[in-house]
Nanobody, 122 residues
Framework: QVQLVESGGGLVQAGGSLRLSCAAS????????MAWYRQGPGKQRELVAG???????NYADSVKGRFTISEDNAKNTVYLQMNSLKPEDTAVYYC????????????????WGQGTQVTVSS
């Protein structure tokens, strides 16, 4: 089993910053990729940013230049630094991971965190 625990959400004024953290724990062989998704009120869940095991990153167009995803491999933790926040960034942010659970089983499984609320006031 894999657990993803998010932290760092909260209420911030427009233009402010927050840093989200997602710590992965449990038993797994390899962490292939991790990402942050978000789901705003009345909206579908969307990809915000992702990072592969080789460090390659990708971002939604709406957050490019404002958000930065990074990781600490030693801590199995991924971060999302969010700057210049806008009211439209208000959403529940979810951590997502693709894990290879066992060396003997050569495919990945998907895991989700419980979500952390980010609210940006205007």
């Amino acid at each position: 089993q894999v657990q993803l625990v998010e932290s760092g959400g909260g209420l911030v004024q427009a233009g402010g910053s927050l840093r989200l953290s997602c710590a992965a724990s449990g038993t797994f062989f390899r962490r292939n990729a991790m990402a942050w998704y978000r789901q705003g009120p009345g909206k579908q869940r969307e990809l915000v940013a992702g990072i592969t095991s080789s460090g390659r990153t990708n971002y939604a167009d709406s957050v490019k230049g404002r958000f930065t995803i990074s990781e600490d491999n030693a801590k199995n933790t991924v971060y999302l630094q969010m700057n210049s926040l806008k009211p439209e960034d208000t959403a529940v942010y979810y951590c997502h991971a693709e894990m290879q659970i066992s060396k003997a089983v050569p495919f990945t499984t998907q895991w989700w965190g419980q979500g952390t609320q980010v609210t940006v006031s205007s």
